[in-house]
């Protein structure tokens, strides 16, 4: 918790004796100006003793000796006492140090982790190499090191003597993983494109919403604290929100006066800041050239003093009245008609010169840092006035930066004629005592804030604030388009991501309306063709083949002899939204590979006819663009995503009457109660999800059982596999298999009641996904002279290694260049294998050590299994590095494989014989 109570220390501040400039002493000086320096000649003797002490520890010692006056303990008139120089440097005399090193579980280095005593203030931070000393006075302590994404680590009774280092190692855990998301709504109840989501008091990045308001964070399971932020609307923070493995948070962001533009005065300028609806975008320009700016110094280094007049560039008129000169004030105005040095900032109205008060108040040109400097820049239009670290009366201290920028209404048309002005702030830092506004020579005027009260749309003074003053946006002329790159190119591994962006800029005389979109070249859409399989001429053993299949039988091996599979290759699409299909019988299909789940699987829980059972996912699934969590099971051979349907008469699909966001393996009149059990399983080593009917039964009476699965990965690829079927009287011509859109005017259907399916099958469906986004907006308007910066995201998913293009296509109303064109291009790579898996046993430890050779990965993670054959589903650690060490007690064979996060299996090795059961 902060500390609230001011004082803090006590020191000697009425009649001092001191040095004074030029040589000698002399006595008489009061106030906090001489007590400081008593605080800071202590600090020094500290440092003199104990070199290596760092600011807590000298802090915590001198608020710890200090002698106590008034009220006992600390108090607001004496703080924690009066400074006692000699137990101060007494106490870090007796120091000592815990040193050491803080790890991960794998032996890799924390850099930036917190070490520091539970019992005061005392903390280092852990060098890149993750090593630490904490100096402390001699005693015992509990000493506690922590990162966030870490569970924290404490030792107590760590022993400090005197002189001596005592060393102490830290190993962290990393935390588990969370997912939180949902969706941000405006003001006005609609979705927020371009929201800005943050978690609170953490690292993590904040995340910026699509074109549905939609976000997702992953950060370490716990409980925090969010805020969403966006134009036109008042954040809004929600405290304590738990995460679990997922959890949703939304946000509706409310409505604020103070994110809206002024009402006109009574002349007609309005005033808006960034953040408002509409308001301008900050872009600081520095032209100081004491910040290597191409600025004039003014020279003007003073108390209380203006210089001028200096001639305006280009023609200026300010509430009607037309201006040939300005003068600059060192308190923080451009005025005109006369200069002006009045200190006492005051309210509007006043009897101060027409201009531009951007920091009214007593300010200093005289100190060492500050500047004051003009500027034309001839290429956007506009004359720049700024003050640059300049101090408050009468000396060093804090500091200010603000700018005034005058526009040229040739190029800046407004309504009236008027200039167009804009105030803009730097780094700044007293902000309780002054007048910020407009004023005129005849009493009209805007003001902003004058002694720490707003006009009730003005958001406040600060760091990145942006105010411009305007009469209306007339436009004399025409917008001008100008982007910057050229072009632009993105690479990741397989599964891996990357950024990029584009600036947008109007170099125009008036706003300029834009649009952006992409265009995929490559990969692109197969060719649209029948979602039915096409015929192929057949020979007479593949005809009984095909019949065998029909009636429902299993064939026997002779009969198998051909190379391609089924007699009936297909594939089709795409459909609208962009799936196709194809079967592992087709070139290029997909490979057969049944993954058994029906011995480590769950059982969903169907049991009767024509039910339905809501799952949840274990990672969001995108189908026909909607994110999902959830799944509903149904008994009828089929998982849907749209409201439960247990209908189990097929029909065509797409319809409007089958169950919707529907993957139908077999979607029939099957009936669980004759047989047969549906199971589901998570593959965490293969990032997918596993649902398995296994020897469903048809309808009582036709003897006919099926085994198939539907195996959904979290990149959105979608597989369903046929393993085995028992002949029955009705076969495999009676089912529907396909998708079926959200709202079922868009589908993919494979087949519906006619001869296709066999055992040992696969069907694959995918859909041509963009592997560019746009992060919104994706339009807008640009003021003349303005930029605006469009982000994209490059997704390789599970797209293979490769080149791939596309462009960037920029539509604006700029008639000389309508259409700007942006190639785009995106290198997707693969990781580098490793080699030389090898395990090693560390019998004294009962542990195991892996050690591989590898790059290029960001992430290794350990799974082991039971069987050589698998499944390898049990988490044995991760690591970014090549060598992992995790515990064994011999007690269980094991098999283990080492993957990358992207899911590619990087290597395997087994243990040896000898020590199988090693203790």
Same mark, same amino acid.
């Given at each position: 918790?902060?500390? %609230? ?298 108390? &209380? ?56 108040? &007593? ?124 072009? $632009? ?16 800029? %109007? ?44 009636? /429902? ?14 007699? $009936? ?80 008469? %097929? ?86 298999? /396909? ?32 592997? $560019? ?19 994209? %995201? ?7 290694? /490769? ?117």
């Amino acid at each position: 918790m902060p500390d %609230n109570i001011k004082p803090e220390i006590s020191a000697p501040g009425v009649n001092v004796y001191s040095s004074v400039p030029g040589g000698g002493y002399s006595s008489g000086y009061s106030g906090t100006s001489m007590a400081g320096p008593h605080v800071a000649g202590v600090v020094a003797l500290m440092r003199e003793a104990c070199p290596n002490c760092d600011h807590m520890t000298i802090k915590d010692a001198i608020m710890n000796t200090a002698i106590d006056y008034g009220p006992a303990g600390q108090d607001n008139q004496y703080g924690h006492g009066f400074i006692d120089a000699y137990e101060a440097v007494l106490a870090v005399s007796t120091v000592g140090e815990v040193c050491g090193f803080v790890r991960d579980a794998s032996n890799n280095p924390i850099g930036g982790a917190t070490v520091g005593i539970t019992s005061g203030p005392n903390t280092t931070t852990t060098a890149p190499d993750g090593s630490y000393c904490l100096t402390l006075s001699a005693g015992t302590y509990t000493v506690q090191a922590s990162k966030f994404g870490y569970i924290s680590q404490s030792f107590a009774n760590i022993v400090v003597t005197e002189g001596n280092t005592t060393n102490r190692n830290f190993v962290l855990q990393l935390a588990a993983q969370g997912t939180v998301s949902g969706t941000v709504f405006d003001c006005n109840g609609g979705a927020y494109a371009g929201a800005t989501v943050e978690v609170l008091g953490t690292p993590v990045v904040p995340a910026t919403t699509n074109g549905a308001g939609f976000y997702t964070i992953t950060l370490p399971q716990g409980t925090y604290n969010m805020r969403a932020s966006g134009s036109g609307c008042a954040p809004v923070t929600v405290n304590g929100v738990v995460v679990g493995a997922t959890a949703t948070q939304n946000f509706t962001l409310l409505s604020d006066p103070i994110y809206s533009c002024s009402a006109p005065d009574g002349y007609g300028y309005t005033a808006c800041e960034n953040g408002d609806d509409g308001g301008p975008t900050y872009a600081w320009t520095e032209i100081a050239p004491d910040a290597g700016g191409p600025g004039t110094d003014t020279g003007q280094s003073c108390d &209380d003093c203006f210089n001028g007049p200096y001639n305006f560039p280009f023609a200026f008129m300010f509430y009607g009245v037309t201006y040939t000169q300005y003068y600059v004030g060192s308190n923080g105005m451009v005025s005109f008609g006369s200069g002006t040095s009045t200190f006492g900032n005051s309210c509007f109205p006043v009897a101060q010169p027409a201009g531009v008060y951007a920091f009214w108040d &007593d300010l200093y040109t005289a100190c060492s840092t500050a500047q004051l400097a003009t500027y034309y820049d001839a290429t956007l239009h506009r004359l720049i006035v700024e003050w640059y670290n300049t101090c408050h009366c009468c000396g060093e201290g804090s500091t200010e930066n603000f700018q005034v920028i005058f526009y040229d209404e040739a190029f800046y048309p407004t309504d009236t004629g008027d200039n167009n002005i804009a105030i803009q702030y730097g780094p700044v830092s007293l902000l309780g005592s002054n007048t910020v506004g407009i004023k005129s020579a005849s009493g009209a005027f805007n003001q902003y804030v004058c002694e720490g009260t707003l006009n009730p749309n003005a958001q406040g003074v600060g760091n990145g604030r942006v105010i411009y003053f305007s009469t209306g946006g007339g436009c004399v002329g025409a917008p001008e388009i100008s982007v910057t790159e050229a072009s $632009l190119s993105g690479s990741a591994p397989i599964g891996g991501t990357d950024t990029g962006s584009i600036q947008i800029c %109007n170099t125009g005389n008036c706003p300029l309306t834009w649009s952006i979109s992409w265009d995929q070249t490559t990969p692109t859409l197969a060719a649209a063709s029948t979602t039915l399989p096409s015929c192929v001429d057949m020979t007479k053993e593949q005809i009984e083949l095909i019949e065998a299949i029909n009636r /429902g039988e299993k064939p026997v091996a002779d009969v198998e002899f051909r190379s391609s599979g089924s007699p $009936l290759d297909a594939q089709g699409g795409p459909d609208a939204f962009g799936y196709s299909w194809i079967d592992s019988d087709e070139p290029g299909g997909p490979v057969y590979n049944w993954f058994e789940i029906n011995a480590i699987g769950t059982n969903v829980g169907l049991t009767g006819d024509d039910q339905v059972q809501a799952i949840a996912l274990p990672f969001a699934f995108d189908f026909y663009g909607t994110t999902y969590n959830a799944v509903n099971v149904s008994s009828n051979g089929n998982i849907h995503f749209g409201g439960a349907n247990a209908g189990y008469s %097929n029909i065509a699909i797409p319809s409007a009457s089958a169950p919707l966001g529907m993957i139908a393996p077999f979607w029939d009149d099957l009936y669980l109660p004759g047989g047969g059990t549906v199971y589901s399983y998570h593959d965490v080593a293969n990032s997918r999800f596993v649902v398995e009917y296994d020897g469903i039964a048809h309808y009582p009476g036709t003897g006919d059982f099926y085994t198939f699965q539907i195996i959904l990965y979290q990149s959105g690829r979608i597989l369903v596999q046929y393993e085995d079927f028992v002949a029955g009287s009705v076969g495999l011509t009676s089912c529907t298999i /396909g998708l079926n859109g959200p709202t079922g005017t868009d589908g993919l259907q494979v087949v519906t009641d006619a001869a296709y399916l066999h055992a040992n099958m696969t069907i694959e469906y995918r859909s041509v996904s963009d592997w $560019l986004t746009i992060v919104p907006p994706t339009n807008g308007s640009i003021d003349p002279g303005q930029c605006t910066t469009v982000n994209v %995201n490059f997704t390789a998913g599970d797209l293979p290694a /490769g080149t791939y293009t596309g462009n960037l296509n920029i539509a604006s109303d700029d008639q000389n260049e309508l259409t700007t064109l942006i190639p785009v291009t995106f290198v997707v790579g693969s990781y580098s294998p490793p080699i030389n898996l090898t395990i090693y046993y560390l019998p004294g430890t009962n542990q195991l050590r892996f050690d591989w050779i590898g790059s290029g990965a960001p992430m290794y993670v350990l799974y082991s299994a039971t069987d050589s054959d698998g499944p390898y589903n049990t988490l044995e650690g991760s690591t970014a590095g090549t060598s992992l060490t995790i515990a064994h007690d011999g007690s269980v064979r094991k098999f283990f494989q080492v993957v990358a996060t992207g899911g590619v299996v990087l290597g395997t090795a087994s243990l040896p014989d000898g020590i199988e059961t090693a203790k």
